[in-house]
């Protein structure tokens, strides 16, 4: 029989459907209205598509479409690699005319358009291209899919994230490829070879583009080769032709049309030494790697190319043919103009001229660099200048070694000019592997370019490059290996196959070879697999006449069964497929084919195969010579996941050669025609399997039964019923002769019982050689796998022990041990047989039989040393890993056993508890089988890796067993699939982690604990760091507004679900909203006295509604904080900016009052400020996270110029939350150009905001430009309006920020004393420049304190103190010099120091500068003077000034108390006044209350966004002071306005401490101002008091004030106490510089949503302060959603039990992840415990599902009604159970008890909140209870039981101090111990002599009580006694069977069961029952 095993030629397998293939996209074409665009594109000049001269019009253009569309189609197919993973789908890529298609369609699913692409001009090639970006962070690079089309002139691609990009061309291209890293162009080489060479160098050929925006770059090669050298040079070879290219090893193979060889060179990066390598230009003449000329000229030329306008080429026929020309072109300036300028258009005018000029050659290319900023925006053809410009430089060189070296004659013309030009940086390198061996001379001719190139492995995975050579029709297969060096390849041996055609299989591991005969046949690498015979419909479908069938070779025609002739060839037509007889040995092939082609006349009619293409997967397309295409799919290697993992054991294990004759023969037998159904399948394997063993598999009783069908021969293949029923006689003759006949009859059908073959009885010994059958049952030593039987039985036990893990493949198992026991017992293996027939009892005594190996044989097997006397059992390592016992490392397969090695090494970490079990001692518990072919590449690490990074620092063993896991691809649906026994040690380390998780883990690990709340965090986090998006899921998104009519006052997204739960109990946001809505008219209630007349009235109206307008203008500073952050704009809207209303309705007919109506005056331009606050406040509801692109910005730009000022205000807004940096600089210009005073303020404030800190240089540029102190002092003067000037100075301030730039810190401390200039230049308004260049100044220096680097010679300090108190004026050094010469002749200052000028600036400078410094010299300067004399030369406001800069510099001196806001006022003015010193009463009082505001100022600093109530409560006190003050009528003496400023500062404080809180008294404070509105009540104030207001409300409550240095400078610009008078008014202070507080502002904001209603809620916060010098470590609760205090003050946070699942943050190690939380909306997700409701529901906690249980021990069970818990979980699993499983109906009335028990499960899992236990606690019941019927089949379940008791076992005995931990913690696993022990202990008592007949190894009774007896001995694990009986049975003393025992490994508590058994026969029963029972108590 084996003879015709191995022959694999006679072999031919059947192939799956056919189907008639067409590309999709030919009728999507047809269907497209190409026509339309066709106009479109004749209004674009540029891209001239169809004729020359425009004249042949629309219908010229049609018609050519439709001529040339045919010819041109092309298309390729790939794997479907987009979408989802799991349906295997195609995509196409159809490209015809100006068309690309992009189509995805499966077997299950009709194609569809995915893109479809329509370009300006044909289509060339159209590619798919993964691109890598890299992203700016670190080096990971993300890789992007795009199609790539090529045209004439450009490339187009578009990535599948919708990104397009056009890349020009500037040179023609003849193929483009895509690799790993980019595109690789060939450039089209238009000279003809056998030109004369120019001079110069040739020019590269080979180009990448690594990205559609990056410049094209040559590519250099690195030859191989000893003579070679390593030259790196660039490709410039004209004669090296690309024919494949490949990702999956970088690979390019090419072809020498020289030489005639193909080479293969490695893709990679070039290497810095390569890159300076070719970039230097050397001296030596040995040829520039660019000719100096070539990159000099040519770079220049072009890039001035790629500038000109016209997109004109050279047009004519003549032209500059040589160098000559060229250079003389060069040489005048006329030749140059015309060279560019030609108008002739970019197609060739006609195709005829096809001179040189024409084609557009990359030589330009050389080294072209062009910018980006030409690249995208601009269409393709403004660089066809470029690529039009000709020279000759293209010709190749004379042939160097390898034709790579550049030719020696670099003589340029001396004449040239030489422009300096950086050549271009190649990116890529091509590095040489291997090439073919030069044929010899008479073979040359024959040799020729591989049609064809591609990748294919073979069946062992062994790797072969094979390119198709069709001239000689024959396939060369390269093997390659990967070598240890990545990058390198080894290419060992090379193979040729005689083919026509052949394309890969990837998914098989094969590939299809179309032979010269026209039949298909399979190879597998280079071994021959077998013929493909198509199904019949193939030849229906071709509608043939009465020929023959379409795909057969001609010897299957001939060799018919009785040569019937004509008949037969008639029949064979009929049911159209030759019978499967093998072949006429007698005929030669050879003949054949040669007789094949001679007939050929006979065949035409026929199609037959031309070739094969698109392969994908296992289906390939068939084109027939009649032009159809057919789709056929090749069968895979096996179906059934049993046969697959078999295979992959017996290849892991066997010699490569013997493997790949398995496996050939494997699919041979498994895909032969008319084979089998896939049900058979495992049958089928089993008899081919053994038969190769050497079997008879129709002796063996098991066997045979398995299938009598399966043809032992393949050759003998089942026939097809005809659909005819024409039978013949030779049909009948050929049925009797078959092999099948012959095997039915020396076999009676029906029943086993053959004579020779009698099941053996029972009596007899089976293991004994004489039995009658025996003769028969001789294995075949001859048999291929003979001599590995042993090995292979090895593997296969291990993969069986692999499948008992997985609960999905245990039902296979049961099918793997009948092959397994039959080779175990063949091996006389006992222990092995004994291991299956415990655990399938009833399975394995039914088999008996066995076969006889010949001694003489045995020698000849392999027995591996992995092959243990004792059978390695996977649940027996993780029982005795549990009791503690050591054990061998158990043995595994690499890539086959991945679910044994992660439990081995689980219980290793786990249980034993080796911290490096999973890293270094992984061979202690694991032994590693070495391969049986070699060593492998590297083993697979798992089937799916995750990122998870597993990091071990002291973290619990169950944490680094949950990330080990998770590192290795486990999840939770796995965990389902692990035995319920096992998988509870990992359950409970999962539940140890989800009590206690850390807050940094992955996503991926807080999925595996089931902890929600994390997992959704985790993801958000993830999506942050890949996107700046707002993240899927719970985002806080306001409510859309439900009155549309409702007017927009701006204030609409402030998001109530939110502000609900923070101010629950009252409407303080609606009353917030009131006070601050601008839009809508004011009340005016004027109540007319009768004296005043009508007109009069009317006068009076609008005199109030002026003073109410003076507060309405006011508002949006306020609004603009309120509302801050909270909106995400629509990027196809504009922003919706409330309109400013200045108009009022007067009571009681609700008239109109309008300020325009002329009766009074009112100032001019009053309005421009408050509109430009408007748009501010609009703008800076914009969040930070939004997507704003500069589009969008100008977008907004409004049409009025009314409106120019909001729009200013808006752009201001968007620098201030960051949006501004995204505005193209060219629109930054075209603002500034405008010289709109308040668009240029808005902007420099905005952009530098942005840029806050960066020193960015095009920043500083456009602000220097606005100041002219930072000019040269030559320039120009410009007009630049003071306003503007004083914002650009704020500009350097904010871009300078803290980095002590000392140039501008020069320039601003003398502009801070700018002198007035002579013509009235600075004359106006100084004091706001004097105070913008101080606060600037600060800000550049911020903090440094004394440490001013490099700064010492400037004495900025004493410079500042000048300022501060007055003096002589220093002189001015440097630049500024020349400005001041001349004084100003209306200002008369003298040469002292205008000290109301610059005292504000250098006070605040000093400040900010020392701020937090406690450097008390400094501070003592700034001491308020103590004497009455000096006091009155001090203005009370800088007293105020110099009060809060001292006391910010005294930082840490500040207390929250009166007592030291008191201590600030000077001794003097304290004590008791002796009444004859002269005393100003008013000065006293002024000067004590500005002391005492600027105290409150820095008081309010210090603790802003605190909400520290001692401080409040300090500064609440003043403020009634005031108040009190205010109201009596003596303020006279203070002066209204002085108290008035001194409260509006304190109120201000007071908002900075409680900001963002909402507090209810500063609210009411805010309001009671509010309401006033006459008297001195000004502009100012009011935006003092709306200021306060929107503090207050931050951000709708989501933020609150940062302590920061830069918070601090930013409050100070913007809380200035000096406020402005009027609403005109910037004599002090810029208005706009007010809304700087946001730069301020931060989110603290912690909101609690739970994760499974995705609702804000309430959650108890526990927050820890870390220790201060002020206070130790405490600890608060805080109930969230609140205000966090700021985060470097705090330890951690943690969200409290018992309703939620905690969580804590520590904030010890890192803050950013709490940070970035807080800066996505603040939410934290929450998960509730089972059993808890929320707070809102149940505020007391009284209702939960634990409250209601008095004492869960006694009345739990009982007081737990099912009904209720859907109360108490949202788990649907859980309420569903409770229906079914635990409510009494009818039916289940006698089932009282399993109700019970169900219930009390169901509690149990809720209140111990583990309801993924439900299912192991039923799997315990079930085990139990089918142990007492006795109704088991296998012994699996007490295994899982044992494993269970044991775990709890090991647990009690650690004692119970960790009892917390388990899981299984109630009274549930003793009771069913207890009942196991019982139903054993009964059974025992009954059926001793079994266990004792079983001990001496006796055989067995094919009863329950088998069944029974495995059962009790694998749960008292008992080991195999059959080659140890005697060494328990001759024990007489019960000291005796301890000591035996304890080799055996028995434990103790199983022993004592055995004792009475054991010793009964040594004495008499009675004697034993003592220690019986005084041991199991």
């Avoid at 193929?175 to 595109?183: C, H, R």
């Avoid at 200048?385 to 550049?406: D, E, I, K, V």
């Avoid at 080659?1923 to 000591?1939: H, K, P, V, W």
């Amino acid at each position: 029989m084996s003879e015709v095993v191995y022959e694999e030629t006679a072999t031919m397998i059947a192939a799956g459907d056919l189907q008639s293939f067409v590309p999709f996209g030919r009728e999507h074409c047809r269907n497209h209205p190409n026509a339309f665009n066709l106009q479109l594109r004749e209004l674009q000049p540029a891209s001239e598509l169809w004729s020359s001269d425009g004249a042949a019009g629309l219908v010229g253009s049609l018609q050519e479409v439709s001529l040339q569309e045919r010819e041109r189609e092309s298309w390729q197919l790939r794997k479907g690699c987009t979408g989802v993973k799991e349906d295997e789908f195609e995509e196409e890529l159809y490209t015809a005319g100006n068309m690309a298609v992009w189509s995805q369609g499966s077997r299950t699913q009709a194609s569809s358009v995915y893109k479809a692409f329509t370009v300006d001009s044909p289509v060339q090639q159209a590619l798919w291209c993964n691109f890598a970006v890299p992203q700016n962070n670190n080096d990971a690079e993300e890789v992007e899919q795009m199609v790539c089309i090529v045209q004439s002139s450009c490339i187009n691609v578009h990535t599948v994230t919708g990104k397009d990009f056009i890349s020009p061309l500037p040179f023609q291209v003849s193929n483009v490829w895509a690799t790993k890293f980019g595109l690789l162009l060939e450039r089209k080489n238009a000279a003809n070879d056998t030109q004369p060479n120019p001079p110069g160098e040739p020019l590269p050929t080979v180009f990448s583009i690594l990205h559609p925006l990056d410049e094209i770059a040559p590519i250099v090669c690195k030859p191989s080769g000893p003579f070679e050298g390593s030259r790196v040079q660039y490709v410039s070879d004209s004669n090296m032709k690309i024919v494949f290219t490949c990702c999956q090893p970088s690979i390019v193979v090419s072809y020498d049309t020289v030489q005639g060889t193909h080479t293969v060179w490695a893709l990679r990066k070039v290497t810095h030494d390569e890159r300076s390598m070719v970039l230097r230009c050397p001296t030596e003449p040995a040829g520039t790697p660019l000719g100096l000329m070539a990159s000099g000229f040519l770079a220049s030329h072009l890039r001035n190319a790629s500038h000109l306008d016209s997109p004109g080429g050279s047009g004519g026929s003549g032209g500059l043919g040589s160098a000559a020309g060229i250079s003389s072109a060069f040489s005048s300036p006329l030749h140059y103009s015309a060279l560019h300028s030609h108008p002739s258009r970019i197609m060739t005018s006609s195709p005829g001229v096809h001179s040189r000029v024409h084609s557009p050659s990359i030589s330009n290319m050389a080294a072209l660099r062009w910018d980006r900023a030409h690249s995208p925006g601009m269409a393709a053809p403004s660089f066809s200048g470029a690529s039009r410009f000709n020279t000759s430089f293209h010709s190749p060189s004379p042939r160097g070694h390898h034709g790579l070296l550049p030719s020696l004659n670099s003589t340029a013309n001396e004449s040239m000019a030489m422009p300096e030009m950086e050549p271009i940086i190649p990116d890529l390198c091509v590095e040489q592997l291997w090439s073919e061996a030069v044929s010899s001379g008479c073979q040359r001719e024959m040799s020729s370019q591989a049609s064809k190139v591609f990748l294919t492995s073979d069946l062992c995975e062994s790797h072969y490059l094979c390119f198709l050579v069709e001239s000689h029709q024959h396939l060369r297969c390269v093997k390659f290996i990967e070598s240890n060096d990545v990058t390198q390849l080894i290419f060992p041996s090379v193979t040729t196959i005689p083919a026509k055609d052949a394309a890969p299989l990837q998914n098989i591991d094969a590939m299809l070879v179309l032979e010269a005969c026209g039949s298909l046949v399979i190879y597998t690498g280079i071994t021959r697999v077998s013929k493909v015979h198509l199904p019949s419909p193939l030849s229906h479908s071709i509608s043939l006449t009465n020929h023959l069938p379409y795909l057969s070779t001609p010897v299957e025609t001939v060799s018919t069964p009785a040569n019937a002739g004509s008949r037969h060839i008639h029949r064979l037509n009929e049911d159209a497929m030759p019978s499967p007889v093998s072949e006429l040995k007698s005929l030669n092939i050879k003949q054949h084919e040669a007789s094949f082609f001679e007939d050929f006349s006979f065949q035409q009619a026929t199609p037959y195969i031309l070739s094969l293409r698109d392969p994908v997967c296992n289906r390939v397309t068939l084109e027939l010579s009649s032009g159809v295409m057919l789709r056929i799919c090749i069968p895979e290697i096996a179906t059934s996941e049993l046969v697959k993992k078999c295979l992959q054991a017996i290849r892991f294990i066997l010699p490569r050669e013997v493997a790949m004759k398995v496996l050939v023969k494997w699919y041979n037998i498994y895909n032969a025609p008319g084979g089998p159904s896939a049900h058979a399948e495992w049958s089928q394997f089993v008899t081919c399997f053994m038969t190769l063993m050497g079997y008879n598999t129709e002796r063996l009783a098991w066997t045979r039964h398995l299938q009598f069908e399966v043809p032992l021969s393949p050759v003998i293949a089942a026939k097809k019923a005809r659909p005819s029923d024409g039978g013949s006689d030779e049909d009948w003759d050929y049925l009797l002769a078959s092999h099948y006949h012959r095997q039915i009859n020396s076999q009676p059908v029906c029943g086993s019982v053959d004579p020779n073959n009698v099941p053996v009885a029972e009596k007899e010994d089976p293991f004994s050689a004489d039995s009658p059958s025996s003769s028969s049952m001789k294995l075949e030593s001859s048999a291929p796998l003979f001599p590995h039987i042993p090995a292979l039985f090895g593997v296969l036990h291990l993969l069986y022990q692999e499948l008992q893990l997985d609960e999905l493949h245990r039902a296979r198992a049961s099918s793997l041990v009948c092959l397994l026991q039959q080779l175990a017992r063949d091996l006389q293996l006992e222990k092995y047989v004994d291991l299956y027939w415990r655990d399938y009892p009833s399975l394995i005594s039914c088999f008996t039989e066995r076969c006889i190996i010949d001694q003489a044989a045995i020698g000849q097997m392999h027995r591996p040393s992995f092959l243990s006397s004792d059978p390695p059992c996977v649940f027996n390592w993780l029982s005795s890993c549990l009791r503690g016992e050591a054990s061998p490392p158990f043995p595994y397969l690499p890539g086959i056993c991945q679910r044994t090695k992660l439990l081995v090494l689980s219980y290793a970490l786990y249980i034993i508890g080796d911290d490096n079990a999973t890293s270094t001692n992984v061979w202690k518990y694991l032994l590693k089988l070495s391969a049986g072919q070699r060593s492998r590449v590297s083993e697979p690490n798992s089937r799916r890796q995750s990122s998870v990074k597993v990091r071990f620092s002291s973290e619990s063993l169950a944490e680094q067993l949950v990330v080990w896991l998770t590192s290795q691809g486990f999840t939770l649906k796995d965990l389902e699939s692990v035995p319920f026994g096992v998988a509870l040690p990992i359950r409970e380390a999962i539940y140890q982690c989800r009590e206690q998780p850390s807050s940094d883990w992955p996503e991926e690990v807080c999925l595996l604990i089931g902890r929600q709340d994390l997992t959704k965090q985790a993801h958000k986090m993830t999506l942050a760091k890949s996107k700046a998006s707002v993240g899927s899921g719970f985002s806080l998104v306001p409510p859309a507004s439900s009155e549309a009519d409702e007017e927009e006052d701006g204030m609409l997204d402030i998001i109530h679900e939110v502000t609900g739960l923070i101010w629950s109990q009252d409407l303080r946001i609606q009353e917030v909203r009131r006070l601050l809505q601008s839009s809508r008219p004011v009340r005016v209630s004027v109540v007319q006295q009768p004296e005043v007349s009508d007109h009069e009235y009317i006068e009076e109206k609008e005199n109030k509604l002026l003073q109410l307008c003076q507060r309405t203008m006011a508002l949006p500073v306020g609004r603009g904080l309120f509302t801050l952050f909270s909106y995400h704009p629509v990027p196809t809207e504009p922003l919706p900016v409330p309109k400013l209303n200045l108009t009022g309705r007067a009571p009681p007919r609700n008239a109109m009052v309008d300020l325009n109506s002329g009766n009074i005056d009112v100032p001019p331009n009053m309005t421009n400020w408050p509109s430009f606050h408007n748009g501010v406040a609009a703008g800076l509801k914009i969040a930070p996270a939004s997507q704003v692109d500069s589009a969008w910005i100008a977008y907004n730009k409004p049409k009025s110029p009314e409106l120019a000022n909001e729009y200013a205000g808006f752009l201001m807004a968007l620098g201030l939350n960051g949006h501004l940096t995204k505005l193209a600089t060219l629109n930054i210009h075209d603002y500034l150009t405008k010289g709109h005073e308040m668009t240029s303020i808005g902007l420099l404030l905005g952009v530098s905001s942005a840029k806050l800190g960066t020193m960015d240089m095009s920043i500083t540029r456009l602000l220097s430009i606005h100041i002219p102190a930072l000019l040269p002092p030559t320039s120009t003067e410009l007009d630049v309006p003071h306003n503007v000037q004083v914002a650009a100075v704020i500009g350097i301030g904010l871009v300078y920020q803290g980095t002590g730039h000392r140039h501008n810190a020069e320039v601003l401390l003398s502009e801070i004393g700018r002198p007035p200039g002579p013509e009235m230049e600075y004359c106006t308004d100084r004091e706001s420049y004097s105070l913008a260049a101080g606060l600037a100044l600060g800000m550049v220096c911020l903090g440094h304190g004394s440490n001013l680097i490099g700064m010492t010679d400037l004495n900025v300090p004493e410079q500042l103190y000048q300022y501060m108190v007055g003096g002589h004026r220093r002189a001015q050094a440097g630049a500024s010099r020349e400005r001041h010469k001349s004084p100003s002749y209306q200002i008369k200052e003298g040469d002292t120091i205008n000290v109301d000028v610059t005292c504000p600036g250098a006070t605040l400078a000093l400040a900010m500068i020392y701020l937090k410094t406690n450097n008390r010299s400094i501070a003592d300067w700034l001491k308020p003077p103590d004497t009455w004399f000096l006091l009155d030369f001090i203005k009370p406001e800088f007293l105020l000034l110099r009060t809060l800069a001292r006391c910010i510099i005294m930082w840490d001196e500040i207390l929250p108390n009166t007592e030291w806001v008191k201590s600030n006022i000077p001794q003097i003015m304290r004590g008791t006044f002796d009444p004859s010193e002269d005393i100003n009463m008013d000065t006293m009082a002024q000067a004590q209350d500005y002391i005492t505001a600027g105290a409150c100022m820095a008081l309010g600093l210090r603790f802003a966004g605190s909400a520290n109530s001692d401080a409040f409560d300090c500064l609440y006190e003043f403020a009634k002071t005031f108040m009190k003050m205010m109201s009596f009528a003596g303020t006279a003496a203070m002066g209204y306005y002085n108290l008035q400023t001194c409260l509006s500062m304190i109120l201000l404080a007071m908002s900075m401490v409680m900001a963002g809180s909402g507090n209810l008294k500063v609210l009411q404070l805010c309001r009671f101002f509010h309401k006033r509105t006459g008297g001195e009540m000004n502009y100012g104030f009011h935006m003092a008091h709306h200021m306060a207001l929107g503090l207050l409300f931050l951000g709708g409550g989501r933020y609150t004030l940062s302590t920061s240095n830069s918070a601090i400078a930013a409050l100070l610009c913007a809380l200035y106490p000096h406020f402005p008078a009027h609403s005109t008014d910037n004599r002090y202070h810029l208005q706009a510089l007010r809304h700087l507080a946001v730069l301020a502002a931060e989110p603290r904001l912690l909101v609690p949503v739970d994760v499974d209603s995705l609702k804000p809620c309430y959650a108890l916060l526990e927050v820890t302060y870390k220790g201060t010098k002020w206070y130790n470590e405490t600890t608060v609760e805080l109930m969230a959603p609140t205000l966090l205090p700021e985060l470097h003050l705090l330890k951690e946070v943690k969200v409290k039990g018992p309703r939620y699942w905690e969580l804590s943050l520590n904030l010890s190690k890192e803050t950013q992840h709490l940070k970035s939380i807080l800066v996505r909306d603040g939410v934290l997700y929450v998960k509730l415990r089972a059993g808890q409701l929320p707070y809102k529901d149940d505020p007391q906690g009284w209702k939960s599902l634990l409250a209601t249980a008095v004492s869960p021990r006694n009345s739990g069970v009982t007081a737990f009604k099912p009904e209720a818990i859907s109360t108490f979980t949202s788990e649907p699993a859980l309420i569903s159970f409770a229906e079914f499983f635990c409510k009494t109906s009818e039916g289940l009335k006698s089932r009282e008890d399993s109700l019970m028990l169900f219930s009390a499960m169901l509690y149990e899992c809720v209140s111990q909140e583990c309801p993924e236990m439900l299912p192991t606690y039923i799997a315990i019941e079930q085990a139990v209870g089918a142990l007492r019927q006795g109704d088991f089949q296998q012994t699996f379940p007490l295994w899982q039981l044992r494993l269970v008791v044991e775990l709890w076992d090991g647990r009690m005995l650690r004692g119970l101090a960790n009892k917390h931990d388990t899981l299984l913690t109630s009274e549930f696993l003793p009771v069913m111990k207890n009942a196991v022990d019982v139903a054993l202990d009964n059974w025992l008592k009954d059926h001793s002599s079994l266990v004792r007949s079983y001990m001496r190894g006796e055989v067995l009774s094919r009863d329950a009580q088998s069944i029974m007896l495995a059962c009790f001995l694998v749960y008292r694990s008992i080991p195999c006694f059959r080659n140890t009986q005697a060494n328990l049975e001759g024990c007489n003393s019960f000291a005796d069977l301890l000591l035996r025992s304890n080799q055996l490994g028995i434990p103790l508590r199983d022993l004592l069961r055995l004792v009475p058994i054991l010793l009964s026969s040594a004495s008499g029963p009675q004697s034993l029952l003592f220690p019986l029972q005084a041991f199991s108590s």
